[in-house]
T-cell receptor
């Protein structure tokens, strides 16, 4: 069955520190992979996506993600977190029908 | 990408009533989707709405409870019928602007509270 697992429900990092949010997926074919961010009271904004090619993809707001087929992972990274990055982050897999992970809530300490 | 708006942004309703949520896109799109996000939960696809055909519902969602209209390529509505407190959720529409690359862009959502 297709599924997405985000092992970390809540992460707290200090402003300026690096960030890595984990995402593991189960999918029968070559997956389309996405990261979305949801700020409080807002809809979802697409951060980045992977379809094929270079396994390191760059997104908006300084985020990047690396697709590792051998580990069935698509982890999101940012070298230096800003207070405005505090939000809920969702990993998703699929084509047409998106399957979402449970989300990781990111808090940023000043 | 696309600019997507939803109305209403939030509402508080009484049980047993129905609410229709509107989703408007600033460009023509083939595929529109409706999702539900229950409190503290992730997103679950309710149905796919393509213009000119009946909506396709996911397991656990039925047309009588969540009727959907798709009158043209820029607009869709989702009705939540005979509401109960368990229907309290955020309802989001999304669109696939490409038609081929399966990248979905989301509206701001409608926050529904049922008393």
């Amino acid at each position: 069955a297709q599924s997405v697992t985000q092992p970390d429900i809540h992460i707290t990092v200090s402003e300026g520190a690096s960030l890595e949010l984990r995402c593991n997926y189960s999918y029968g074919a070559t997956p389309y992979l996405f990261w979305y961010v949801q700020s409080p009271g807002q809809g979802l904004q697409l951060l980045l996506k992977y379809f094929s090619g270079d396994t390191l993809v760059q997104g908006i707001k300084g985020f990047e993600a690396e697709f590792k087929r051998s580990q069935s992972s698509f982890n999101l990274r940012k070298p230096s977190v800003h207070w405005s990055d505090a939000a809920e982050y969702f990993c998703a897999v699929g084509g047409g029908k998106l399957i979402f992970g449970q989300g990781t809530e990111l808090s940023v300490k000043p | 990408s696309a600019v997507i708006s939803q109305k209403p942004s939030r509402d508080i309703c009484q049980r047993g009533t129905s609410l229709t949520i509107q989703c408007q896109v600033d460009s023509q799109v083939t595929m529109m989707f409706w999702y539900r996000q229950q409190p503290g939960q992730s997103l679950t696809l309710i149905a796919t709405a393509n213009q000119g055909s009946e909506a396709t519902y996911e397991s656990g969602f039925v047309i009588d409870k969540f009727p959907i209209s798709r009158p043209n390529l820029t607009f869709s509505t989702l009705t939540v019928s005979n509401m109960s407190p368990e229907d309290s959720s955020i309802y989001l529409c999304s669109v696939d602007t490409s038609g081929t690359t399966d990248t979905q862009y989301f509206g701001p959502g409608t926050r529904l509270t049922v008393l």
